[in-house]
């Protein structure tokens, strides 16, 4: 797993323990790449091959699979998947799928960040045609900046999250997505609160993965680009 936030790593080695226990995990940590593509206003040409370098560092160390945790990075992975012939997932790619793959009409998205919420729309509406062009989805989001304030506090978390999705009319949604790895502590919490299934992407990511790398299936080999 490639990381942007320290927290994520414990955030989403607890998912890897809770659903692919088998996962050897092995996590990379640039703690600058979220500040650096805030600082000049998204990714530039530059950012995205410091991440292609940090994605041919764990290629070459051996990894059968990636999890970029990161969504800002998340188009990078577009790329990756064109040079290696290892399975790399999108932070909450495999959530949004199940999120459609499943019966829930309207969905929500909750989030603590701004940017958080066009991003994990967008994804969202981009996954509709495959996954489920003759079902219409209704997503509403729900923004709580107070959650990021209290991300210590799960219980506090959740309820500004549930009061946030009630103040955007999202109170009747029969499934709520969580748009970043920093609220997935307030998963179960959050769940209580608003009566209906909270998914969230590293869980998703580690079912998906566990799917992909079955025990003694053969490990495609790797081709090794040059680098960037």
Known sequence: MIHAVPAATRIAEQAFAREFPQA?????????????????GGLTDALRRRMLRLIGHVMDGGAHGLLLTCSSYGEVVDTARVL???????PDEAMFKAALAGPYR???VVASTPPAVPAAVAQLEALVPAVRPDRPVDIVTALSEEAAAVAADAEATARHLADALRAAGGADADAVLLAQYSLIPARE?????????????????????RGLLVPGAPIPARPRPALF
């Open 24 to 40: 050897t995990v092995w996590n990379v940590l640039d703690d600058r790449l979220l500040d650096d593509a805030r600082a000049t």
């Open 84 to 90: 290696w012939d290892v399975p790399v997932l999108k």
């Open 106 to 108: 309207r969905i929500a």
């Open 189 to 209: 919490a959050l769940a209580a609160l608003v009566g209906v299934p909270v998914l969230d992407g590293a869980g998703a990511a580690a079912r998906e993965l």
